[in-house]
């Protein structure tokens, strides 16, 4: 399959097709060897909404839905709590800066609301099984592709990763080999009842190397690993890999879930590839795929220009449709 088909898909924008390919191209002759993938969780790995439109849920959302079962009073602050701070995360006005005190203060609530609820390790493993956590369409098939490849995977999350974990046990069957989960782990006492997060508390704007620690397996496993294969779904996440020593080639791509009309033009400019309203793993996929083959590519840097221009003026269209509805 040739490379420019991923551009048949209209829900794939590209400020600058050229630089995409030249990337692409880079790590198809750098090789497996120094290839690393660093992605987020929730909407990234998992999907926004299902196949009838409704919303899916977030690691923090299972947490919040558990002890809704117990603490329905608090289940409902944290809700009211998600409406007044989730506009900050997007706000595209703020700078970061200004956006962190306000994501520090929202997980530290959060948290301390899931310490007061008193959730046991069971409870969480019960509530995941039946929430509406669900991977994205061909999520599997990708993960298990990086796997069998031997190739490291970061899973970078602002989330819960208890949750997290179970998701992949329940969806995938086990936890990937080479796949490490960086995120809020629940602290539970010796009744298996959670009684804290652990330190340093990771929220939207600081998932990057600043938060690790030293001592951390996977390190050996991303030695001499420069070239970085990077999703997320918000602005924040496309830092993820600061802090990669000697990076050389990091393609960044971005799913953007909602708010097309005003959260465009900042993706656009955050993320190589930004993916329009789209729930599977289908493009990154394909993208993998190219970047794993053997063989050469057969396109030059102005074929993929080309076929990439015809897709502008689709892709707005796109855009302009959604933002009406």
């Known amino acids: 399959m040739k490379i420019m088909n991923i551009l048949k898909s209209p829900h794939i924008r590209m400020e600058n097709p050229e630089v995409v390919w030249k990337k692409i191209q880079k790590m198809h002759e750098d090789g497996a060897d120094k290839l690393m993938f660093i992605s987020d969780f929730d909407c990234t790995l998992s999907k926004y909404k299902d196949s009838e ?8 959302a299972v947490i919040e839905g558990a002890m809704s079962v117990r603490h329905p009073e608090l289940a409902d602050k944290a809700a009211e709590m998600d409406k007044k701070y989730v506009q900050f995360e997007y706000c595209p006005i703020m700078t970061v800066e200004e956006k962190i005190p306000y994501m520090v203060e929202w997980w530290e609530n959060s948290h301390n609301f899931a310490v007061q609820a008193k959730l046991t390790r069971q409870e969480v493993a019960e509530y995941v099984a039946k929430s509406r956590v669900y991977l994205r369409d061909l999520a599997k098939i990708y993960l298990k592709k990086i796997e069998e490849n031997g190739l490291p995977h970061i899973v970078f999350s602002a989330g819960v990763g208890d949750i997290i974990e ?5 969806q995938v069957g086990y936890i990937p080999k080479g796949l490490h989960i960086i995120s809020n782990m629940m602290v539970y006492d010796e009744n298996n009842t959670c009684n804290g997060f ?24 991303i030695k001499g690993r420069k070239n970085v294969f990077l999703l997320g779904d918000s602005l924040g996440d496309s830092h993820m890999d600061l802090g990669v020593k000697d990076e050389g080639v990091a393609l960044k791509i971005g799913f953007l879930n909602f708010n097309f009309d005003t ?31 053997k063989s050469s590519f057969e396109n030059s840097v102005e074929d993929f220009k080309l076929s990439a221009i015809g897709k502008v003026e689709h892709g707005q269209n796109l855009i302009e449709a959604k933002a009406s509805h």
């Open 198 to 221: 652990t330190e340093p508390l990771i929220h939207t704007f600081n998932k990057n190397s600043t938060v690790l620690n030293n001592d951390m397996l996977f390190y050996e496993e």
């Open 166 to 170: 179970n998701v992949f046990k329940n």
């Open 263 to 293: 959260l465009m033009d900042k993706y656009m400019e955050h993320y190589d590839i930004v993916i329009l309203d789209d729930q599977t793993m289908a493009i990154p996929l394909e993208i993998l795929d190219y970047i794993l083959e």
């Open 53 to 60: 439109g409704n919303r899916c849920n977030t690691t923090h």
